[in-house]
C-alpha cells in the first residue's frame, strides 16, 4: 500500500450516545481494512480534570459543548493533515478524565472522526469532507447506553439514570440533534445499517483510487 500525496479525506460520524457511532465507524474502518486509515475519537479531547476532586468531576456536564476541548482538536487535525504525526490523548471513564499518556499517532490518509458534538463546531466541519449523523430511537440509545455504562465504564444503573435525565437528553435535544442538519447522510439504526456502510466504505474507496 503506498501512500497517498493528497490531503487525506476527513469522515465525521456523530450522534446521540449510544446510537452506534463507535460500531459505524469500526464498521468503515473493518471494510477499509488495507487502506491507510484511522479513527480520532472526540470523547478522547474532553478537556484535562486531573486537578479536579473526584465528586467535581462527576458533577460536570459531559454533554455540553465546552466540555470539550476542540481548540486540541482541531490543532491535532490540522497536524495530521499537514502530514505530521500527534500526541493523541487517552479517555478514561473510570476517572472521569484523561489519563496521563498519549499515544503517538501517524497521519493516515483516511481520518474517521466521531463524536457527540463534532457538527456543532463550524472549524471542526469545515475540516470534514463526508458528514454523518447516525439516528438511533431514544430509547434504543438508553438502552445501549445503561448496558454499555454499566460493563464498560463502571456505572451504576442508578447514576446512568440520574445523568440521562438531567444533562444527556436535554443536551442532545439542545445541541446534539440541531447538528443533523449539517449532515450530508443519515443512517438510521447504526450499525445494523450494512447498506449504509458499504455506500460510505465504497464512496471513500473510489476517492482513494481516483487520486
Ligand atoms: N444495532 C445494535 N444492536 C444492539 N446493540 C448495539 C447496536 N449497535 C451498537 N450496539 C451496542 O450499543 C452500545 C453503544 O454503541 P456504540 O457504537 O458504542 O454507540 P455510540 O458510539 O454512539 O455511543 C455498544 O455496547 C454497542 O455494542
Ligand atoms: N466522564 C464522562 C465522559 C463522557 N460521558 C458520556 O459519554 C457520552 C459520549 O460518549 P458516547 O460514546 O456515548 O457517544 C456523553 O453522552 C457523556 O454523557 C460520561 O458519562 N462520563
Redesign the pocket.
Known sequence: MSKRTKRPIIIGVT?????G??TVSNAIYSQLAGESIMIL???TY?ND?ADMSMDD??A????HPL?FDNDRMISDLEQLLNNEAIDMPV???T???RSSETIKTEPQDVIIV???LILGDERLRNLMDIKVFVDTDDDLRIIR?IT??MKE?D?SLQS?IN??VK??KP??NQFIEPTKRYADIIVPEGGANTVAIDLLSTKVRDILQKD
Do not use: P
Open positions: 450522534g446521540g450516545t449510544g446510537s457511532k463507535t475519537q472526540q470523547d474532553y480534570q468531576r462527576k460536570v456536564n459531559y454533554d466540555a479517555y478514561d471513564y476517572k472521569f478524565t466521531e463524536g457527540i447506553r454499555r455504562d465504564r456505572r446512568i445523568q440521562y444533562t444527556v443536551m442532545y
